[in-house]
T-cell receptor
Framework: GQSLEQPSEVTAVEGAIVQINCTYQTSGFYGLSWYQQHDGGAPTFLSYNALDGLEETGRFSSFLSRSDSYGYLLLQELQMKDSASYFCAAHMFSGGYNKLIFGAGTRLAVHP | EAGVAQSPRYKIIEKRQSVAFWCNPISGHATLYWYQQILGQGPKLLIQFQNNGVVDDSQLPKDRFSAERLKGVDSTLKIQPAKLEDSAVYLC??????????????????FGAGSRLTVL
């Protein structure tokens, strides 16, 4: 079946760096995305990797290794506002259409 | 550009009652998704439309859930009758179709604020 695994919780302090890992098992895989969701809010898009390697967007970077079915989100210079849930999501080509399935999410708590 | 609009934001009903949620996607987004998010879990895809056709409804409990997207724009999701386990946030999202770069808008989902359902 299709599945994604990521840690349920991560804790870090302001100014630190944190890495959230994601492993996936899907058929028809063609890319990995990351979404951020604050409590009570909607998921918002952070990044998308279709090719192996690192994509950098400001303080956030995302990495993909297709051969290892693995990716991670790297958050640098953590701020209190980064406290949120982070979801990895696998893009799949299925039945002639693209489809997106989400992991269970990693809750990040940033402390002073 | 305007975002994805959803209503109502909150709904409380008794089990066995019915409820309907409405979604208006971003103009020009051909693909529309309904996700169910139970507290503490990731969004689970219920149904995906491409224009006004269904392309995936494999996880939609069809005995109680139904959805339509008339004229390839607005969509409604209905639950009848509701069960306790349907308590969740129902998220509508839309995107451009295709497989391009994220910078092109393809593969990027824009979510609405969600409709929080409580079934008592």
């Amino acid at each position: 079946g299709q599945s994604l695994e990521q840690p349920s919780e991560v804790t870090a302090v302001e100014g630190a760096i944190v890495q959230i890992n994601c492993t996936y098992q899907t058929s028809g895989f063609y890319g990995l995305s990351w979404y951020q969701q604050h409590d009570g809010g909607a998921p918002t898009f952070l990044s998308y990797n279709a090719l192996d390697g690192l994509e950098e967007t400001g303080r956030f970077s995302s990495f993909l290794s297709r051969s290892d079915s693995y990716g991670y989100l790297l958050l640098q210079e953590l701020q209190m506002k980064d406290s949120a849930s982070y979801f990895c999501a696998a893009h799949m080509f299925s039945g002639g259409y693209n489809k997106l399935i989400f992991g269970a999410g990693t809750r990040l708590a940033v402390h002073p | 550009e305007a975002g994805v609009a959803q209503s109502p934001r909150y709904k409380i009903i008794e089990k066995r009652q019915s409820v309907a949620f409405w979604c208006n996607p971003i103009s020009g987004h051909a693909t529309l998704y309904w996700y169910q998010q139970i507290l503490g879990q990731g969004p689970k895809l219920l149904i995906q439309f491409q224009n006004n056709g269904v392309v995936d409804d494999s996880q939609l409990p069809k005995d109680r859930f139904s959805a339509e997207r008339l004229k390839g724009v607005d969509s409604t999701l209905k639950i009848q009758p509701a069960k306790l386990e349907d308590s969740a946030v129902y998220l509508c999202a839309s995107s451009f179709p295709g497989f391009g770069l994220a910078s092109s808008g393809a593969n990027v989902l824009t979510f609405g604020a969600g409709s929080r359902l409580t079934v008592l």
